[in-house]
């Protein structure tokens, strides 16, 4: 059975730092794309970034470009998200997903569709 489970979550500053984490089990994870969602109250879930099975393509959304950083393990079945210059709008349960990945490597969705299996998601608060 197909697990994933997000840690790294917290309560931080505006303008500190926090790195999230996700492991896969139960799946090959290198046929998987994994992307870190988001959704705050009252908000559609929002793709933040993802990341292709090779790491050779990667989506970041516009709100995040430049902050963020999505990186994978796959020898550790193990994406991150490294979120600096945090922002109070960037305060969400942040969710990480895996969804297969039949491409070549080089191509990534961020859509919610495209991924199958999700992570009871992790919250992050960003204080002013």
Known sequence: QVQVVESGGGLVQAGGSLRLSCTASGLTFDDYAMGWFRQA???EREGVS???WSGGSIFYADSVKGRFVISRDNAKNTVYLQMNSLKPEDTAMYYCAAGRDYSDGYYVSDRIYAYNYWGQG???TVSS
């Open 41 to 43: 109250p009252g908000k």
């Open 50 to 52: 993802c990341i292709s």
């Open 122 to 124: 992790t919250q992050v």
